[in-house]
Nanobody
Framework: VQLQASGGGLVQPGESLRLSCAASGSIFGIRYKAWYRQAPGKQRELVAAVSTGGTTNYADSVKGRFTVSADSAENTVYLQMNSLKPEDTAVYSC???????????????WGQGTQVTVSS
């Protein structure tokens, strides 16, 4: 199983970006999808997450600006980031909790990071 993240880049303050993270391989089910970020010199932090039932949660710093969504059919999770600020600059990584068969346990899989830089 692999996660492929994309969509990062360099934008100016106030602009938007959309990150995507697609899971491929033998997947029976995914119950949790999330985006994390890590800025230089800081610890990794949870940005946004969505569970199978559709429940979402966000870091206080991104509420009202970021939206996490998922496409179950394509095993993909998205992060729409609006009104970006310089403090959003970080490497963003996706994480999913999945299982490969109906009887296997859920395991955590991480995608490679994608750089988001917000600067004028």
């Amino acid at each position: 199983v692999q996660l492929q993240a994309s969509g990062g880049g360099l934008v100016q303050p106030g602009e938007s970006l959309r990150l995507s993270c697609a899971a491929s391989g033998s997947i029976f089910g995914i119950r949790y999808k999330a985006w994390y970020r890590q800025a230089p010199g800081k610890q990794r932090e949870l940005v946004a997450a969505v569970s199978t039932g559709g429940t979402t949660n966000y870091a206080d710093s991104v509420k009202g600006r970021f939206t996490v969504s998922a496409d179950s059919a394509e095993n993909t999770v998205y992060l729409q980031m609006n009104s970006l600020k310089p403090e959003d600059t970080a490497v963003y990584s996706c994480r999913v909790d999945l299982r490969v068969t109906s009887s296997s346990v859920y395991t955590i899989v991480w995608g490679q990071g994608t750089q988001v830089t917000v600067s004028s």
